[in-house]
């Protein structure tokens, strides 16, 4: 559940911003269950968010980067070169229909030009731990290079709804998936740590 808010320049790099808050992620096969959820992945550290109640591996190293007038209250991560950028976001109710949002997101964030030179990879229905999901993959244009997006987002109707994304220099897509990947599998509700 991303919402682009374009890549920003300085001295000659862009950062990966997510779409509005609203954006499905790439491939999101049944996980392990909560109960028996994989240890933290060796170079990544625990982080637990005690305002959305949730806990998610971080690879070493990234930053935390505030996010001004965030509806979501999302933790966002930068890696050390400021080109990839993870987002977890947590929405008080999930809608009916995981894939309706993202669908809708997609046109907001294209006719609201946050998404320049956006190119669908995927948008699909998919289960999450058993819960009703959806995933989104995408690409688009920054300022000075193109982007590769994956955002999955998942929940129970009425419960919280839950956005896992992450975007990558398209270069380096293979390298980066495989964090989206870790997270998404540590992923912990506050309930389940």
Same mark, same amino acid.
């Given at each position: 559940m991303l919402l682009l808010s374009g890549d920003a320049e300085?001295?000659?790099?862009?950062?990966?911003?997510?779409?509005?808050?609203d954006v499905p992620a790439a491939t999101a096969s049944p996980s392990a269950s909560p109960r028996t959820l994989p240890?933290?992945?060796?170079?990544?550290?625990l982080f637990e968010d005690k305002k959305t109640r949730v806990a998610f591996p971080v690879p070493d190293g990234w930053t935390r980067k505030q996010v001004p007038n965030d509806p979501n209250g999302a933790a966002v991560?930068?890696? *050390? !070169?400021?080109?990839?950028?993870l987002e977890v976001s947590v929405? #008080?109710?999930?809608?009916?229909?995981?894939?309706?949002?993202?669908v809708d997101d997609e046109a907001k964030s294209v006719a609201e030009?946050?998404?320049?030179?956006?190119?669908?990879?995927?948008?699909?229905?998919?289960?999450?731990?058993?819960?009703?999901?959806?995933?989104?993959?995408?690409?688009?244009?920054?300022?000075?290079?193109d982007y590769r997006a994956v955002d999955l987002g998942f929940g129970r109707p009425g419960g919280n709804e839950y956005a896992i994304y992450l975007s990558? *220099? !398209?270069?380096?897509w293979a390298r980066?998936?495989?964090?989206? #990947?870790?997270?998404?599998?540590?992923f912990r509700p506050s309930d389940e740590h």
């Open positions: 300085g001295d000659g790099e862009d950062e990966a911003e997510s779409p509005a808050n240890p933290v992945p060796k170079g990544y550290h991560y930068v890696d *050390p !070169s400021g080109l990839v950028r929405l #008080d109710l999930a809608s009916s229909d995981p894939l309706q949002r993202w030009g946050k998404l320049p030179g956006y190119k669908q990879l995927r948008m699909q229905d998919t289960e999450f731990r058993g819960e009703p999901a959806a995933l989104w993959e995408f690409t688009f244009k920054g300022r000075a290079r990558a *220099p !398209s270069a380096d980066y998936k495989k964090v989206f #990947d870790d997270v998404k599998d540590g």
